[in-house]
């Protein structure tokens, strides 16, 4: 042991970790570190059997309905050329046996070739899944500034005249059918007062610019930022508020009760009673204390309303003829191409199964006891 003067830094070794000489807040940061890395392992571990499943499940609802190409092509085609199909196809093959060909397709990203038009269903869904990306994106948009603020407003003003009518909106929101909000929207906005498009992702002299001096990544915003002209910007702008606000605001009233309810339990507590006792604003005690803990089960459901959004696209893109997986699923369902349907079914599972390991990694990070 080497002796040391008064005030000459000592020569003493660090404790080792998980010591009692260690000091308790570089243990608590050591564990605090090792239980995100443990939490993100399993949470991305977990990602392999719920894909597994989810592709599984749709391959068995697919064949319930029988081979795709006489439920494509029946009635087109005589018997012999069906069973010729078939058999080229390999669809005459035992189920496992295209039950273990389809999972090695999909593993090296195959999703096969459509029915109906000939097409690579990867092809397909990169050119159509930009657009319902982008259409999603818009509503999450939509949701956030519309239901996270009037939650904290309805929270602010528990059981008065502005929370109750709140609290109907949101209600009527979430139950209103989305295609049916499309409509009125529609209605007012466009037939009547002329203010929107009525269809579309943009006009048609639009879309000839973007195609010929676009960036090309089929996101029609990106794609119109990229040729530098701020009216087609705007059209694009135009033509995506209907579409946004009709998925948006069902996302929007389940972010307005979730905010509510959770910020008025937090106001609760009882450290924000003590913050209270010092004589702490009210308005202060909702933006320092009560928002944060109340943001880790909303950024949880984000997750959830992401599937919500991807299903709700299906009938937005419909109503809208905006031109995205959700409007190409109904086209290659009224043909009974099963081939495209299962391609694409698989992918927006992906897709979710994706962003809820983001959402979870996100809220893990916000809440560190979601670690453990």
């Not at 499943?53 to 494509?72: C, E, H, K, N």
């Not at 059209?235 to 972010?255: K, Q, R, S, W, Y």
Request: aromatic share 8%.
């Amino acid at each position: 042991m080497t002796s040391t003067t008064a005030g000459a830094p000592t020569d003493v070794a660090p404790p080792e970790p998980g010591t009692a000489a260690e000091p308790s807040g570089a243990r608590r940061r050591r564990r605090s570190g090792g239980g995100l890395a443990r939490y993100l392992v399993v949470r991305a571990l977990l990602i392999i059997p719920t894909i597994f499943i989810l592709v599984t499940t749709v391959f068995v609802l697919m064949r319930a309905t029988g081979d795709p190409i006489t439920a494509a092509l029946g009635g087109r085609l005589t018997q012999a050329q069906l069973q010729e199909r078939i058999h080229e196809a390999g669809y005459d093959r035992p189920i496992l046996v295209q039950y273990v060909e389809y999972l090695g397709q999909v593993f090296r990203g195959d999703f096969g070739t459509t029915l109906s038009d000939h097409r690579p269903v990867t092809e397909v869904l990169v050119h159509y899944g930009a657009a319902t990306l982008e259409l999603a994106a818009y509503a999450l948009v939509v949701a956030f500034l519309v239901g996270i603020p009037l939650g904290r407003i309805a929270a602010a003003r528990r059981d008065k005249a502005p929370d109750a009518v709140l609290r109907v909106s949101a209600i009527l929101g979430y139950a209103t059918p989305v295609f049916f909000a499309g409509m009125i929207l529609k209605l007012i906005f466009s037939v009547g007062l002329g203010w929107l498009p009525v269809a579309g992702r943009a006009s048609t002299s639009s879309e000839i610019v973007m195609q010929t001096q676009g960036a090309g990544t089929g996101i029609y915003l990106i794609d119109a930022i990229s040729t530098g002209d701020p009216a087609i910007v705007l059209d694009v702008l135009e033509h995506a508020i209907l579409p946004a606000l009709a998925l948006g605001l069902l996302t929007a009233g389940v972010f307005l009760r979730l905010v509510r309810t959770n910020v008025i339990g937090t106001l609760t507590t009882g450290y924000v009673e003590a913050a209270r006792s010092r004589g702490v604003s009210e308005r202060r005690l909702l933006r320092k204390h009560a928002w944060r803990p109340a943001l880790v089960p909303i950024i949880t459901v984000i997750g959830l309303q992401i599937a919500m959004l991807l299903a709700g696209a299906v009938l937005t893109e419909t109503t809208f003829e905006w031109k995205g997986l959700g409007f190409q699923l109904v086209q290659y369902l009224l043909a009974r191409d099963f081939v495209a349907v299962q391609g694409m079914v698989v992918l927006l599972a992906v897709i979710v199964a994706l962003t809820n390991f983001v959402v979870d990694v996100i809220a893990a990070m916000v809440d560190p006891r979601i670690r453990y």
